[in-house]
């Protein structure tokens, strides 16, 4: 009898821990295109973590030393450390999910002069990481922001760490020279793993959480912020006294009104963005006479698959794939930064490409199986039977792969100068190719903050008592975003929030 009660607990506890881990990335396109049944689309709110695991409404208080709106990557970072001050804080997630963007992050986290970079032999440092991180801005970056975002990126690589969440997987994306993006140990896709973990650290450290409650206005009183107003379930309105109230909204990639108001070119691009990232953050941060930085800075991806709007991420291009065009032809240094890379894709006639790649691949980048089970990738013995399957020219596709395996041999590219992601050639059967397209993926421009996360009102001065970090805020990546430094800026940024608002709250 014993054995069987055991058995079955096992059993529930299995199904249980399936569940949470079930992820919901591209529910939004999915319901926006009309292509997945009313079924589908409540199976998918209801993945990623459990819903038993958020904080019931009975649980809820007046009153806390911070509010945190927003429950993604930055927003539980910032929960953590300001626990760890000894304060008391809470998070608001208008989505019925955590996770935000962070759980569609794909490529990994930018970091250097990491211990996991040492262990490998890699040779990095801060300031090549912000030289390169600079170009790839046009030199438009924030320069204080960019200092302490390069110099604090290996603690942030060992905080993780010290959480369960180990990146030590390291690959390369557009932009860089050196391997500094960092992934989970099995090569997988760095968002949900970070989500999941980061979401388990809050439970563990009971920081209550609740989701499917929209702040919709932050409070002042004498001149400082004094909490939220927060609709749950588009129903009940509360006003939740804080001391402090950090931001971590994300950005504004799924509102197409404010995107085509600041770069009407875009109208008509699909997102990649989940449908929570409409830039509410940024108007209630307006509101309070907050001032915005570069929101005209949108940065369209490369390589998006077109019918879900689903990224498809850097470091299969990191790993070795290249890019080919419709008669089965590189057309670019694959690996340059995103926004050359996608002028180069817009220039083809059908401003579409495909990624070519090999089963070399597939088994350095885990993400790949994502693509396979939601029906992107193509897949052939053969070269020539991909090109079929591709429907360009098959002898043009084994030429440019035979040329192409060539340059890795003498590692010079003399077609396009590329000279990362070269490390291993594309000659193992199968062979894959995943048609892409650009789409909008990240919102350069937000709130101005400083480096202690403060947001700066219209005379650059701090709003007291109001702090922001994650694609909320602008200003750290210019005029172009380089791979892996987003999940890296929700981590710096995150802790840094967390920490000085704890500061604030204790000194008053």
């Known amino acids: 009898m014993k054995k069987k009660l055991v058995a079955a607990l096992i059993f529930i506890l299995s199904i249980t821990l399936v569940l949470a881990g079930c992820g919901s990335s591209d529910k939004a396109n999915e319901k926006n295109k009309g292509k997945s049944s009313e079924k589908e689309?409540?199976?998918?709110?209801?993945?990623?973590?459990s819903q038993?695991?958020?904080?019931?409404?009975?649980?809820?208080?007046?009153?806390?030393?911070i509010v945190i709106v927003g429950a993604g990557g930055a927003g539980m970072t910032a929960a953590l450390e300001a626990k760890e001050k000894g304060l008391n804080p809470v998070i608001f997630e208008k989505m019925p999910v955590a996770g935000g963007?962070?759980?569609k992050a794909s490529s990994g986290m930018n970091a250097s002069e990491t211990k996991f970079?040492?262990?490998?032999?890699?040779?990095d440092s801060n300031d090549l990481f912000y030289k390169e991180t600079l170009e790839g801005g046009h030199g438009t970056n924030d320069k204080e922001m960019l200092r302490f975002f390069v110099d604090n990126s290996a603690d942030a690589i060992d905080w993780l760490d010290t959480k369960g969440i180990k990146l030590n997987n390291i690959t390369i994306t557009g932009g860089m020279n050196e391997k500094r993006t960092h992934r989970p140990e099995d090569g997988s896709a760095v968002g949900q793993y970070l989500v999941d973990g980061l979401l388990g650290n809050v439970q563990e450290e009971k920081i209550p959480t609740f989701v499917n409650a929209n702040v919709t206005e932050i409070m002042q009183k004498d001149g400082k912020v004094s909490g939220v107003k927060v609709l749950f379930n588009n129903k009940t309105e509360k006003e939740i006294a804080a001391d402090a109230v950090i931001v971590t909204t994300g950005g504004y990639g799924a509102n197409a009104d404010m995107i085509e108001k600041v770069r009407p070119d875009l109208k008509g691009y699909v997102t990649t963005n989940q449908e929570g990232s409409t830039g509410d953050g940024i108007k209630m941060i307006e509101k309070l006479g907050g001032t915005v930085v570069d929101m005209d800075q949108i940065q369209v991806h490369p390589t998006v698959q077109q019918e879900k709007s689903y990224l498809i991420g850097e470091a299969v291009r990191g790993e070795g794939a290249i890019l080919v065009n419709n008669d089965g032809k590189r057309f670019t240094n694959e690996l340059d930064t995103r926004d050359k890379v996608t002028a180069a894709i817009n220039k083809e006639p059908a401003k579409s490409a495909y990624l070519v790649f090999d089963a070399g691949v597939t088994e350095r980048v885990k993400a790949i199986k994502q693509y396979e089970e939601k029906g992107f990738v193509k897949k052939a013995d053969t070269v020539e039977a991909l090109a079929k399957e591709m429907d360009v020219p098959a002898n043009d596709l084994k030429a440019t792969l035979d040329t192409w395996n060539s340059s890795v041999k003498a590692k010079k590219d003399a077609e396009f100068g590329r000279e990362t992601g070269m490390d291993n050639d594309l000659s193992?059967?199968?062979y894959y190719a995943i048609k892409i397209g650009p789409g909008i993926h990240y919102t350069m421009g937000g709130v101005k903050i400083n480096t202690n996360t403060e947001v700066l009102d219209k005379d650059g001065k701090p709003i007291t008592g109001l702090f922001a970090a994650g694609e909320v805020a602008g200003g750290l990546h210019g005029e172009n975003r380089i791979g892996g430094n987003s999940v890296a800026e929700i981590i710096i940024f995150g802790r840094q929030a967390g920490i000085k608002s704890a500061e604030y709250v204790n000194a008053k």
């Open 41 to 49: 689309e409540a199976a998918e709110v209801n993945s990623g973590a």
């Open 52 to 65: 038993a695991s958020y904080t019931a409404m009975d649980k809820l208080k007046d009153q806390y030393d």
């Open 101 to 103: 963007n962070t759980s």
């Open 117 to 123: 970079q040492k262990e490998q032999g890699i040779k």
């Open 428 to 430: 193992k059967a199968p």
